[in-house]
């Protein structure tokens, strides 16, 4: 197998009728005929010519697609940076464990899901004189409430490891929103538990607007997480 320079890597980019090829951890893959990489491009974010090991640390499947592509050479700038400090930060063997089943997407799910039901409940509540309506919407952000922390822990991981850590500007709205809902849920408990009985008018448009206000906070969350795995 030859060697290949980063220098040399970069003129197969997939443009002007060239052909496309990557590096992944030290081996040059040509993934010309990719119908994935279509002019050097893969989900509008990656591009042909460049190393995308650290890429690939945060993508959403795993190193085993590389096994559809012929490695035609060896990266030699790899080669004699081994033994070196990794911009990937590594992960304990139980984070690992814990991140190659991608939990994150899978528990985000749930208090998404939950929370645009409750405001969407408390909706209906307030046309419809039915009190099941207001007991399957508060039921539901209830166990938002209990889903939420393994979303939000999971989420930091991902972060931290597969994502380096790094503080773009979609993690920084991720996390105030995230805040922004914690709020939210703390507000409608206190108020649900402790309030609606002294003054039901003040306090029951208190609870219901913290309720109906959950469904865009989680839809934000969700638009940004689509951001990260679908780029634009």
Not at 16 to 22: A, G, N, R
Request: one cysteine or more.
């Amino acid at each position: 197998m030859s060697d290949m320079t980063k220098e040399e890597l970069h003129e197969y980019d997939g443009k002007d009728e060239q052909k496309s090829y990557i590096a992944y951890e030290g081996k040059v893959y040509d993934v010309t005929d990719s119908k994935l990489w279509r002019n050097g491009t893969h989900v509008k974010t990656h591009h042909a010519g460049h190393d995308l090991t650290r890429a690939m640390a945060a993508a959403p499947h795993g190193p085993e697609v590389m096994e559809r592509f012929q490695a035609l050479a060896e990266l030699v700038e790899e080669k004699e940076s081994l033994g070196g400090e990794s911009a990937i930060k590594t992960s304990p063997g139980w984070v690992e464990l814990i991140l190659t089943g991608h939990p994150h997407p899978i528990a985000v799910h749930f208090p998404i899901a939950l929370c645009i039901a409750a405001a969407l409940l408390a909706f209906l509540g307030l046309f419809i004189d039915e009190p099941t309506l207001e007991k399957a919407a508060h039921y539901n952000m209830l166990i938002a409430v209990l889903s939420t922390p393994v979303a939000i822990s999971t989420g930091v991981l991902s972060w931290y490891y597969n994502y380096s850590g790094i503080w773009t500007h979609i993690y920084r709205m991720k996390t105030y929103l995230s805040i922004l809902l914690v709020v939210e849920f703390i507000v409608a408990l206190v108020v649900h538990c402790f309030f609606m009985g002294a003054d039901g008018e003040l306090w029951f448009w208190v609870y219901t607007v913290t309720v109906l206000a959950m469904a865009p906070t989680v839809m934000a969350l969700g638009f940004y997480g689509g951001k990260i795995t679908f780029p634009s």
